[in-house]
């Protein structure tokens, strides 16, 4: 049966508190003077072709931006709180378990993704609102619903999961006040568009629920993210 997904249902917001303090101080840091050398992928990723798109088909997991400076590693409750309040770029492994990103990669906030120095390794782009709708789209095209990306060790035996091999697996995420949660539950992508000045857009991935959410969350949070090839 084919199912079809509400991409614009509105804005699922996942907390109530707050974000980065100062979005001012944001804007400051970005407009600071970057180094613009490529260096090459820490590492080399799966793909997988879904409509005209091709994905990694698997989540980042790079420790440094495009440029080569490296990423603030967040490895306490404190470091991931002060870095979302002072909107700094960061990432963690769920759980702080080092052994877990071999297979579900980072957690990044959103400083993280919308820095100037690049997330998206070479050769990559981080997906906008947009890029998600065309992969949904491909979706309903194919007649195939959101158990066809998802990794069946996430969704059990489903006869259509993961035949799209994307390979999304239930990596959780990070609230801003540093609280993990939703592994094994909930499979969860950055957007690179903002949503407000404290929220950014992200795709969300449900256990055995055949539609996507779509929604937005504080972007001192932490969440997995997914390129495409440019």
């Not at 084919?2 to 944001?26: D, I, K, Q, V, W």
Request: with cysteine; net charge positive.
């Amino acid at each position: 049966m084919r199912h079809f997904f509400n991409f614009s249902c509105g804005l699922l917001l996942l907390s109530s508190l707050g974000a980065c303090s100062s979005p001012e101080e944001a804007k400051q840091k970005q407009s600071k003077p970057v180094s613009t050398r490529v260096v090459e992928p820490s590492q080399d990723y799966d793909t997988c072709q879904i409509g005209q798109q091709v994905w990694m088909a698997q989540n980042l997991n790079e420790p440094h931006f495009r440029n080569g400076d490296p990423i603030k590693q967040a490895k306490t409750l404190d470091e991931w709180k002060k870095a979302g309040n002072t909107c700094t770029p960061a990432w963690c492994y769920y759980d702080n378990d080092s052994a877990l990103g071999k297979k579900i990669g980072k957690l990044y906030n959103f400083y993280a993704v919308n820095d100037p120095r690049g997330l998206a390794p070479k050769g990559w782009a981080l997906p906008a609102n947009d890029d998600f709708q065309k992969l949904l789209r491909a979706l309903g095209k194919m007649d195939k619903d959101a158990m066809a990306l998802q990794h069946p060790s996430f969704v059990g035996d489903y006869p259509d999961s993961d035949v799209l091999k994307f390979h999304a697996y239930g990596s959780g995420y990070r609230k801003e006040a540093g609280a993990f949660s939703g592994k094994d539950e909930y499979a969860s992508y950055w957007s690179k568009d903002t949503a407000n000045t404290y929220s950014a857009n992200a795709l969300y991935l449900n256990k055995n629920k055949f539609d996507p959410l779509w929604g937005s969350y504080y972007k001192s949070g932490g969440f997995s993210v997914r390129c495409l090839r440019k």
